[in-house]
């Protein structure tokens, strides 16, 4: 037998992995595995290697888990420090009551980073928008659209319409959604529109502003 694979053999029943015999001796990870393919013990330290590998992962799995539950958290008291500190003053602004409250009603309270309300009544969008632009600052093109149509609702016609309600340009609007059937009623003739972006410490302060809200009722 080779001089260099009796030092290969007894690295390996030592348990060393093949990255390791490579570094000690230069032979050829390719080599290593032709000598060892039939190697029942080389076998076994490979399996031993793997669960030492598995383990070694998952605590740096955990680990990273735990900084970023540290970072977040973090995060998350700071915008609920600046969500205080800005409530009194913001608390004199109508259109920032007339807002919030419409997202206390209307909007999505289930994402952490999404801020999505969704209505048919144009006036009420229009005023979301409003609050997002005005009050909260949100840059237009941030603002992304979506709507929900009945498939006998004209498409173009909708969106056109959506568009001017909010004015954000066409390039910003979501595929339209579709759904079966055929709504009785003329108020959903312009069918349903969401209006969202996505902004997680912003969405935070709004949750925040809303317990305010309620606890200085």
């Known amino acids: 037998m080779r001089k260099d694979k009796e030092k ?32 029942k013990g080389s076998q076994k330290v490979k399996e031993l290697l793997d669960k030492k590998n598995r383990k070694k992962a998952s605590i740096r799995i955990r680990k990273l888990v ?7 958290n973090k995060y998350y008291a700071t915008a609920d420090d600046e969500a205080i500190k800005e409530f009194p003053n913001l608390l004199k602004n109508p259109l920032f009551v007339a807002g919030l409250m419409l997202y206390w ?7 952490k980073w999404v801020i999505r309300l969704s209505n048919t009544d144009h006036r009420m969008i229009a005023l979301y928008v409003r609050f997002l632009t005005k009050t909260l600052r949100i840059k237009k093109i941030k603002i992304k659209i ?6 006998d609702l004209d498409e173009q016609r909708c969106v056109s319409f959506w568009s001017r309600v909010t004015n954000i340009p066409l390039i910003q609007f979501y595929k339209t959604q ?6 009785p009623t003329t108020r959903l003739k ?7 972006f996505s902004d997680s410490y912003l969405k935070r302060k709004v949750f925040k502003w809303i317990d305010l809200f309620g606890i200085n009722l």
């Open 190 to 196: 312009n069918g349903i529109c969401m209006v969202s």
């Open 8 to 39: 290969a053999v007894e690295l390996r029943r030592r348990n060393k992995s093949y990255n390791e015999i490579v570094r000690a001796l230069g032979i050829p990870k390719g080599t290593l595995a032709g000598w060892f393919k039939n190697d």
């Open 66 to 72: 735990a900084i970023n539950a540290v970072k977040w």
């Open 146 to 151: 979506g709507l929900i149509l009945y498939p």
């Open 178 to 183: 579709f759904i079966r059937g055929h709504h």
């Open 105 to 111: 009603g209307e909007g999505d309270n289930k994402s």
